[in-house]
């Protein structure tokens, strides 16, 4: 079956803008997950969401950061007012369920430059 | 604090070495699982192994061992006859009970292998 995918792949944007990354995870996963990667750091973790639950925001940087998943299926990670600093690999990751043993399945990321 | 620790930022080894990955975590749960995950140069995470906080023994898969000691809070990853293909960021983490009720993730910041021909 298809696995978790992302776009854009890959996003240049100049400082300021709004950009919008979406993930779509595996058929059935009720557990979605974002993180954030800069260059040659680990995983600092974003924003998540499991099943009708509020979403855990305690990752968010900034207010400029959020993110929605309708219909407990596509989610869209919203960035206003770009920095430079949010220069990194967004990556999503699902899981089938919200228990402790559950394995994250990433997807590929989406690269953004912020110019 | 770190709860999830990966002190070798970046490790080389010549093909056909053994080399070890560290992994040292922190919780006050008494329920808890590990993950290895292996971050290739494409980038795509892909996970490797789980290991539950009641499950000590050892595992092994093909040159693939994992070394799990609570006494420690270590569970570190070993290859053995590394390969070119090997090549690639490894995460360990941590997935806890968090404050609201639900599990949380903890990545460590990864340790990039580089097996070189």
């Known amino acids: 079956g298809a696995g978790v995918s992302q776009s854009p792949s890959n996003k240049v944007t100049e400082k300021g803008k709004d950009v919008e990354l979406r993930c779509d995870p595996i058929s059935g996963h009720t557990a979605l997950y974002w993180y954030r990667q800069s260059l040659g750091q680990g995983l600092e973790f974003l924003i998540y969401f499991q099943g009708n639950s509020a979403p855990d925001k305690s990752g968010l940087p900034s207010d400029r950061f959020s993110a929605e998943r309708t219909g407990g299926s596509v989610s869209t990670l919203t960035i206003q007012r770009t920095q430079q600093e949010d220069s990194a690999v967004y990556l999503c990751a699902s899981s089938p369920g919200a228990g402790a043993y559950n394995e994250q399945f990433f997807g590929p990321g989406t690269r953004l430059t912020v110019l | 604090a770190q709860k999830v620790t990966q002190a070798q930022t970046e490790i080389s080894v010549v093909e056909k070495e053994d080399v070890t990955l560290d992994c040292v975590y922190e919780?006050?749960?008494?329920?808890?699982?590990l993950f290895w995950y292996k971050q290739p140069p494409s980038g795509e995470l892909v996970f490797l192994i789980r290991?539950?906080?009641?499950?000590?023994q050892n595992e092994i898969s093909g040159r693939y061992s994992w070394n799990f000691q609570k006494s420690t809070s270590s569970f570190n990853f070993t290859i053995t006859a590394s390969q070119v293909v090997d090549s690639a960021v490894y995460f360990c983490?941590?997935?806890?009970?968090?404050?609201?009720?639900?599990?949380?993730?903890?990545f460590g910041t990864g340790t990039r292998l580089k097996v070189l021909a």
């Open positions: 919780t006050r749960d008494t329920t808890y699982y």
């Open positions: 983490a941590l997935s806890e009970l968090y404050d609201s009720g639900t599990y949380k993730y903890i």
């Open positions: 290991r539950n906080s009641f499950d000590e």
